[in-house]
């Protein structure tokens, strides 16, 4: 009879806290606001901001504004690029670790940059799940609206690879791309369970996430809270240090192109962009950076850091590795907390970087940037083609 009692004590008690979660929870995403659709499509670029916008994203956790520009370029507030300016003027391309995802602007890379030398201006031309294909797009995009450039930095991902492989693909001679209306989701079980749990029960997902990150911290590097897989061996970010599938479409793998075919599609399109920005004497320069699986798997002579270091010769005006910065943070937990790098530099149960991170990828440009300060390029009259 008191096991009995104890079980239904425990079962009403369970029921009685996952309808209070449900209700907090249900409060909590109301005043949150509605998710953002400054996103739309785009012919040529596939999606891209819609000019002069402002909305209200859910990341991570995180509730935050996004502002868009006259160009349709992520900002610190709605505002008109003049054409010409006096400071030297900066284009940052990338993808969703450039446009900021899960943070505010001031919180993001490129505004911690901007933040740091107000005497240059900085333009964001970074957008989730853009890779080369688009870096070429936005930047011809810019240039044809008459926007004086000084400098193009392209913060090359991980995951462009597998974009370039086996996501976009070309629809016409000029560049402009489309891509397939689905990606096929890796999941099991588990992470949709945790899907469903983060976006309706906040008390027990935070539950779930103190006993995740205790495993975490503690060295066992597995985590499926998402529907890309396990996030320190995902298939989207693991070429660089093992076989992945090249038969299986986005994102359980690199078909129809395969990995060496996605590799040559990345540099024959940053060559193009190379192209067009030198006939403007432009500068360009690449910046490389860690997912969570490199920092755990692979070294900083990474095939990524080692590819695009080749590329750049001859060609760059600056190349930045963050590998060795992530890989030190790493190599500075305590043996009894050998994963403590991964709540100091990530969104927990995601690849993108939290404000620590963000900060440590800003520094490392600043430094270069100090190091060889971009001047104004002088002024071209052709127009691109």
Partial sequence: MKLILLLVSLALSAAAFFTLDWSYSTKILRTAGQPGNCVVLDPVRHHAFRPGCTAIEHWGGNS????TNSLGLRDERIREVPLVDTRPRILMLGDSFTQGL???????FVGKIASRFPQYEFLNGGLDSYSPSNYLNVARIVLAAGVELDEVIVFIDISDTQDEAAYYRDIDAFGAVTGPERKQMVTNWYSDLRFRISRHLLLTNYI???FELSLVRRGYYHLTTELNG???DMERSAWTYRKVSETEPLVAGYAPLGVEGGIAREEAKMTLLWQELAKRHIPISVVVYPWPAQVVHDTADSRQVTIWRSWCESKCMRFVSLFPVFLAAKGQCPPSSPGC??????IFGDVHYNVAG???VAEAV?????VAPPHKAPTISAKPH
């Fill in 64 to 67: 935050y504004e996004v502002f």
């Fill in 102 to 108: 899960g943070a505010t602007w001031r919180d993001t």
């Fill in 208 to 210: 779930f996430e103190y």
């Fill in 230 to 232: 396990d996030i320190f």
């Fill in 341 to 346: 790098w991964y709540a100091s530099s990530y």
């Fill in 358 to 360: 963000n900060a440590r």
């Fill in 366 to 370: 600043i430094q270069s940037l100090e």
